[in-house]
Each structure stands twice: as structure tokens, then as C-alpha cells.
């Protein structure tokens, strides 16, 4: 790639969204579910919660799932409580790693997390030991294929976005995270599905790795994807087309 080789991006180009369709929905169960606990469970009242149901629906979650998990959030049913958490770890070659978490036993998860960072090459780090090489933003990736430039450009700038750039075979759409919800719909309008939209942590810098402390580092994305209580991933590594091709081998 051309530009930075976003995790989401090199997820898409694995297959691993589709593979992992189960692990998606649970993740979004969960969201729902402290979504609605936190602010409700009127979507209208609720943009946090509107935006996760838009998530589940892009990802064809049946519509009884998503009411089941939004009413155990405003206590309507019984289910697990889970809190929220982020945590911040070194990974192979120095790369930083910021870990969002949803788990209703903090004590076991930040057990396994380590456990899986130390398996791989990195550590946990202490708070605020690499969050500030991040910023917070509405990040879209849309593939070239399925997308025309010029109306892309106009689209999303014309919603408020920041910025469009070109990542070899994607377009990355970034965003003040308060207007992801609006940049993304407008995106949709034009008749195109992102291959992933979400509020990330973009790194302001990024950290080059390079043969096998590269594909350590993917390995060690795809263990914490896989861990039950991790939503979301993000690093500031850069690895080159050649080196994500080597991991599909």
C-alpha cells in the first residue's frame, strides 16, 4: 500500500471480516448493549446508540437481535453488565498499540491481554504511555473499484469531511468524530458500502517494521482481534504490500 496499511484495511484484503462474522456480532451486542445502558434506548435520543444499530444492520444483524441487546442495556432483560476500557501496550519493533475493551471481568482480561502481548513480541505500557501518537477521528476506507474519485471527494467534503487520501487500492475518508455518522451516510448515498467504517485512533506517526518483526505484529493484531472481550484495535505500524502478502501465504 501505498499509504500505511490500517489494520481494517489489511483485515479486508485477509477475508477476516466475513470469516469472523460471529466474533463482529458480539462485539456489536455488546456496544448495543452499553450503548443503551449509558444514554438510553431511543436511537433518536441516543446517537451512540444510532450509530452501533446502522454498524449492526451494514453487518446484517437480524433486527431481534439488536432490540434483545439494546433492552438488556435499559434493563428491560437480564444480561451480563460488561464496562468499558482502553489500554495501551508496545508491540513488536515498538510499535504502539491501543486496546478497546468491553468485559465484564477487568481483572481476566487485562490477564489475557498481557499473556498474548508478551506470546508475541510486545507488553502492556501504562496510561497515556503511547495514546498521544493518536488522534481520534471518523476513518472510512472505501475501495477505488467502487467508487468514483471526483464525486467521492465532493460527497464527503460537501458533509464536513477532513480529508480523502489515497491508500494504493482504498480511499481513506477521515473526520472530526462527530461527523463520522454524517460522512458515512453520505458516503452511503452515493450507492457505496465502506469496506470498514468506524471512529478509530489514527496515529499522527508511524513505526516501519519489516520481516519477521512484521509478521510478529501481524500475528499479534490477529491474536487480540480474536481475544472475546477486544473490540477494537489500532497501531501505528507500517508494513508494505509485500509483507502482507508473506502473511497469506
Given amino acids: 500500500m501505498s499509504g500505511h496499511s490500517k489494520w481494517a484495511s489489511i483485515k479486508h484484503k485477509k477475508g477476516a471480516l466475513d470469516a469472523k462474522r460471529g466474533k463482529i456480532f458480539t462485539r456489536l451486542i455488546k456496544e448495543l448493549t452499553v450503548a443503551a445502558r449509558a444514554g438510553g434506548g431511543d436511537p433518536d435520543m441516543n446517537p451512540r446508540l444510532r450509530t452501533i444499530i446502522a454498524d449492526a444492520k451494514s453487518e446484517n444483524m437480524p433486527a431481534e437481535n ?31 498499540v491501543i486496546i478497546d475493551v468491553l468485559t465484564d471481568n ?92 468506524q471512529v478509530s485512533m489514527v496515529p499522527k506517526n508511524y513505526v516501519k517494521l519489516e520481516g519477521k518483526v512484521a509478521q510478529s505484529m501481524l500475528k499479534l493484531m490477529e491474536a487480540l482481534d480474536d481475544q472475546d472481550d477486544v473490540q477494537h484495535v489500532w497501531s501505528n505500524f507500517d508494513i508494505s504490500e509485500k509483507e502482507i502478502e508473506a502473511s497469506l501465504a
Fill in 106 to 197: 477487568k481483572n481476566r482480561t487485562v490477564g489475557e491481554l498481557r499473556h498474548l502481548l508478551e506470546k508475541h513480541g510486545g507488553n502492556l505500557a501504562s496510561a497515556n504511555a503511547v495514546a498521544w501518537m493518536f488522534a481520534k477521528k471518523g476513518y472510512i476506507v472505501i475501495e477505488k473499484s467502487k467508487a468514483d474519485e471526483e464525486k467521492l471527494l465532493a460527497a464527503v467534503l460537501d458533509a464536513g469531511a477532513d480529508d480523502l487520501q489515497d491508500d494504493g487500492d482504498n480511499w481513506e475518508v477521515l473526520s472530526a468524530p462527530e461527523l463520522f455518522a454524517v460522512v458515512r451516510d453520505a458516503v452511503k448515498q452515493l450507492g457505496v458500502e465502506p469496506a470498514s467504517a
Fill in 66 to 96: 439488536i432490540k434483545r441487546a439494546i433492552r438488556r442495556g435499559t434493563g428491560e432483560e437480564p444480561g451480563v453488565s460488561y464496562e468499558e476500557a482502553q489500554y495501551e501496550a508496545y508491540g513488536p519493533g515498538g510499535a504502539a
